[in-house]
C-alpha cells in the first residue's frame, strides 16, 4: 500500500502528540507498505529524527489546518499522489478530497460545547466558523471509510450524535503514554510541593473551577505553601486564565511551565501530590494515562471517559462543585492508604495503554480499508 499521511500538527499539543507517537512507531514496525508524510517546514527537522525507514516519503506542505488552503490547495496536493489510502489524524480535513482516507476523530468537543467567549473572532464570526466546523466533522464521518476513536466514550458519543453511522466503521484504539521507557525523575524541578494539571487551557478544561477550589484550599493555615504547577502553552487561552489567577490573588502559589519535554513533564508526574485533571470533557485523557504511568496519584472530573479510561486508579470528583474538588485535593494528602492505592491500581490499569500497540491496530485498520469502497 502507499499510504499518505497528514502531519501538519506535528508540533501541537494533544493531536501532535498523537501524530508524532503514531508516525515514529508505524515507521519502526512496518517494513511492508510505503509512507508519504506531510508536514510543516518548521517541524521537517525533528520528523526526519523520528523517521528511520526508508520506505517513508516526506514531503513539506505549509498551508494552515483550519484554512481555505486546506480545502482547495492541500487537496490538490493530496491527489496528485496515487494513494491506496490517506489518513487525517484530526477532524480538519479538505472535503473535496474525494480518494479513500480514514480520519482519527479524538472528541466530538466542537461539536458538544460551544467555546465562543475564548475565541478572538467577534461573535458572529466565530458562529460561522463553528458552523463549518461541523459540517467538516459530518463530512468526514460520511465520507471516510473507517472512523479511528480513542476511547469507547468517543465512539458511543459518535454513534448517538450522528445515527447514519454503521457501529463497524468506528473503532477504538487506546493511546499510549511515555514511549521512552528510560526517563528518570529530576528530584529538583519543583522544591515545592505541588498539584500538577497539565493541558491546553481551553474553556472545557475547566480551569477556572480549579483555581477557585485551589484558593478555597490554601486559604487554610496548613496548606497555604502548597502550589499548583499548570503545565500548558502560554497562547490566547491562557491570558484569559492568568487574569484569573491575579483576581484570586494566587500568583504566589501558581507556577506555570510552557510546554516541558518528556524529560522534564515525567518529573513534574513524578514528583506532584497528585495530577489533577478537572475537564467538563475529553476524548481520552491523555494525561491520566501519563500520571498513572509515572505513580502519579489521579484526581479527576468524573465524567465518562475518565471513568472508562482509569476504573479504579482515580479519585473522582463532580467538575461543576467547588466544594467537592478542594474535599478530594485534600483527601489525596490526608489519606496515605488511599493514596498509596491509587498509585498501585494506577500501575496496574496503565499496562492496558501502549502507543506500539496503537500503531498495530492501525496498520490492521489501513489494511481492512483497502477492501471497502
Not at 517546514?41 to 494552515?64: G, R
Not at 466533522?137 to 471509510?145: D, E, F, H, P, Q
Not at 502553552?233 to 484569573?244: G, P, S, T, V
Not at 475518565?306 to 494528602?333: G, L, S, T, W, Y
Request: proline share 3%; aromatic share 12%.
Amino acid at each position: 500500500m502507499l499510504i499518505g499521511i497528514d502531519g501538519r500538527l506535528w508540533s501541537q499539543t494533544g493531536v501532535g502528540r498523537y501524530i508524532r507517537n503514531l508516525t515514529s512507531n508505524l515507521s519502526r514496525i512496518d517494513k511492508k507498505n510505503k509512507y508519504v508524510i506531510f508536514v510543516r517546514s518548521d517541524d521537517l527537522e525533528n520528523v526526519q529524527k523520528a523517521v528511520k525507514n526508508k520506505n517513508w516519503k516526506i514531503i513539506v506542505s505549509d498551508i494552515k489546518w483550519h484554512s481555505l488552503s486546506e480545502q482547495t490547495t492541500f487537496a490538490r496536493e493530496l491527489s496528485g499522489y496515487n494513494f491506496d489510502l490517506v489518513h487525517f489524524p484530526y477532524f480538519s480535513i479538505p472535503v473535496f478530497y474525494r480518494k479513500k482516507y480514514v480520519i482519527t476523530l479524538h472528541d466530538l468537543i466542537a461539536k458538544k460545547i460551544k467555546t465562543g467567549k475564548a475565541s478572538r473572532l467577534p461573535y458572529p464570526l466565530y458562529l460561522l466558523k463553528r458552523q463549518s466546523y461541523l459540517f467538516i466533522i459530518k463530512n468526514a464521518l460520511k465520507t471516510s471509510v473507517k472512523i479511528i476513536v480513542p476511547s469507547n466514550a468517543v465512539r458511543n458519543d459518535i454513534l448517538s450524535s450522528y445515527k447514519n453511522i454503521h457501529p463497524d466503521k468506528v473503532i477504538v484504539t487506546y493511546e499510549g503514554a511515555f514511549e521512552n521507557k528510560n526517563l528518570k525523575a529530576t528530584e529538583d524541578l519543583i522544591k515545592e510541593k505541588y498539584f500538577l494539571r497539565v493541558g491546553n487551557f481551553y474553556p472545557h478544561k475547566n480551569v477556572e473551577n480549579l483555581l477557585t477550589a485551589f484558593k478555597n484550599f490554601v486559604g487554610r493555615k496548613k496548606y497555604k505553601d502548597i502550589k499548583l504547577v499548570l503545565v500548558g502553552k502560554k497562547d490566547y487561552f491562557f491570558k484569559n486564565i492568568w487574569e484569573q489567577v491575579e483576581k484570586l490573588n494566587l500568583s504566589q502559589n501558581i507556577i506555570f511551565i510552557n510546554n516541558p519535554n518528556d524529560k522534564d513533564l515525567f518529573s513534574l508526574y513524578k514528583n506532584a501530590i497528585a495530577t489533577v485533571i478537572p475537564s467538563f470533557m475529553e476524548g481520552f485523557s491523555l494525561t491520566a494515562v501519563e500520571a498513572m504511568s509515572v505513580g502519579s496519584p489521579v484526581v479527576c472530573s468524573d465524567i465518562e471517559v475518565h471513568r472508562e479510561i482509569c476504573k479504579n486508579a482515580a479519585m473522582f470528583f463532580d467538575p461543576f462543585n467547588i466544594q467537592e474538588i478542594e474535599k478530594k485535593m485534600e483527601m489525596v494528602i490526608e489519606d496515605g492508604v488511599k493514596r498509596a492505592k491509587l498509585i498501585e491500581n494506577g500501575f496496574k490499569r496503565v499496562s492496558v495503554f501502549s502507543w506500539d500497540k496503537m500503531a498495530r491496530q492501525t496498520i490492521e485498520i489501513y489494511e481492512s480499508s483497502i477492501s471497502l469502497r
